[in-house]
Antibody
Framework: EVQLVQSGAEVKKPGESLKISCTVSGYSFTSYWIAWVRQMPGKGLEWMGI????????RYSPSFQGQVTISVDKSLNTAYLQWGSLKASDTAMYYC???????????????WGQGTLVTVSS | DIVMTQSPDSLAVSLGERATINCKSS????????????LAWYQQKPGQPPKLLIYWASTRESGVPDRFTGSGSGTDFTLTISSLQAEDVAVYYC?????????FGGGTKVEIK
């Protein structure tokens, strides 16, 4: 069974750093891209970026380039999303998700993590 | 970057009636080499992650009821729920995967009238 399990909710202060995770099972981690999607409270979905664990090829949305870092640890079957200095506006639910087709970014995102709620408040 | 625009923002439909959601892309997502539209539709219920309903603009994901139909090509797309059921109350999103960033539309909230 394919599963994407995300790390738990976080409460942080502005200026702090954070790294959240997405651990996958049930398929070959290095064969499928992993996307990160933000959902601010009461708002829609925003595509942040995508990484191919096989070679760490990463594409960012211009809206998030330089604001976050996406990475993987192949030995742990885990993808990460990290911030160097959080802002209150980073408060959101963050989802990891896997594209439907192996080795490509197409056909939509068919498996999703449960989401990690990040709250940034002083 | 391709911008996805959905309409309406919300709609209320009686049980058993048809719901129609529109999605427009700022440039064509039809890839000429394979004649495929690089567009997906998702359903998101409160407190849940999104669920993939349709890809290639009109291919239903396994297990998705056939009352959900995707149509359109190029820049204009439609998701139709032919006979609205109570469990279809949700927010629906389109997404293009033609190029990165693979933007989502703003969402359409479907409620029962």
């Amino acid at each position: 069974e394919v599963q994407l399990v995300q790390s738990g909710a976080e409460v942080k202060k502005p200026g702090e750093s954070l790294k959240i995770s997405c651990t996958v099972s049930g398929y070959s981690f290095t064969s499928y891209w992993i996307a990160w999607v933000r959902q601010m409270p009461g708002k829609g979905l925003e595509w942040m970026g995508i990484i191919y664990p096989g070679d760490s090829d990463t594409r960012y949305s211009p809206s998030f380039q330089g604001q976050v870092t996406i990475s993987v640890d192949k030995s742990l079957n885990t993808a990460y999303l990290q911030w160097g200095s959080l802002k209150a506006s980073d408060t959101a639910m963050y989802y990891c998700a896997r594209p439907r087709r192996v080795g490509t970014t197409v056909e939509g995102l068919d498996y999703w993590g449960q989401g990690t709620l990040v709250t940034v408040s002083s | 970057d391709i911008v996805m625009t959905q309409s309406p923002d919300s709609l209320a439909v009686s049980l058993g009636e048809r719901a129609t959601i529109n999605c427009k892309s700022s440039q064509s997502v039809l890839y000429s080499s394979n004649n495929q539209n690089y567009l997906a539709w998702y359903q998101q219920k409160p407190g849940q992650p999104p669920k993939l309903l349709i890809y290639w603009a009109s291919t239903r994901e396994s297990g998705v009821p056939d009352r959900f139909t995707g149509s359109g090509s190029g820049t204009d797309f439609t998701l139709t729920i032919s006979s609205l059921q109570a469990e279809d109350v949700a927010v629906y999103y389109c997404q293009q995967y033609y190029s990165t960033p693979q933007a989502f539309g703003g969402g359409t909230k479907v409620e029962i009238k």
